[in-house]
Structure formats: C-alpha cells, structure tokens
Nanobody, 113 residues
Framework: QVQVVESGGGLVQPGGSLRLSCATSGFTFSSARMIWYRQAPGKERELVAVITSAGRIDYAASVKGRFTISRDNAKNTLYLQMNSLKPEDTAVYYC???????WGQGTQVTVSS
C-alpha cells in the first residue's frame, strides 16, 4: 500500500524559508519519479517540482530559482527547500509518486506578515 506523509509546513513571513519533507512507503522509492504539488484556496492543484529516479529536475516557472527539490533514496524521503517565500506560495503542499493515485494529507504552508 502506497503511503506518503508530508510535513514541515507552517506560518512564515514573506522572504522566509521552509523545508518540507515527504516520508514514503509501499513502493520502490528509488525507482519512482516524485512530484510536489500545491493547492491554494479556490484554485486547482498545480505541479511545483519533479525529480526523476535519475535525478532530472523540473520546476514550475513560479518557483524556479527559489525552491529546490531533492531526494534521499536511503531514507525513502523527498524534500522541498523553499526560500524567498511569497504570499502567493500559500497553499497545501502534497507529494506523490508518479504513476500512483494515492495522495497524502498534505502540509499547510502560509506566507504572511
């Protein structure tokens, strides 16, 4: 059974930083393409960042240069380092392995002064 548990969200001031984590189980993490998504209030869920099993990385244009996706295959864990946060980054952040339909509960990120 595929499980993902996101953590690390919180309230941060504009310009601040947060590091999100996604602990996974139930599939071969090292072989999986892993994706961070986010969903802001009243908006559709959007892709934030992707990292393949080979380490290829892509970002949404809105976060490029500010966010960094990484993975630790030994710990079956995905990360998202978020710097220079903006109010428009406020959303619930989710991680998901590519090709699976299971979603976690997400972690809330709120950027506000």
């Amino acid at each position: 059974q595929v499980q993902v548990v996101e953590s690390g969200g919180g309230l941060v001031q504009p310009g601040g930083s947060l590091r999100l984590s996604c602990a996974t189980s139930g599939f071969t993490f090292s072989s999986a393409r892993m994706i961070w998504y986010r969903q802001a209030p009243g908006k559709e869920r959007e892709l934030v960042a992707v990292i393949t099993s080979a380490g290829r990385i892509d970002y949404a244009a809105s976060v490029k240069g500010r966010f960094t996706i990484s993975r630790d295959n030994a710990k079956n864990t995905l990360y998202l380092q978020m710097n220079s946060l903006k109010p428009e980054d406020t959303a619930v952040y989710y991680c998901k392995p590519g090709g699976f339909t299971s979603w976690g509960q997400g972690t809330q990120v709120t950027v506000s002064s």
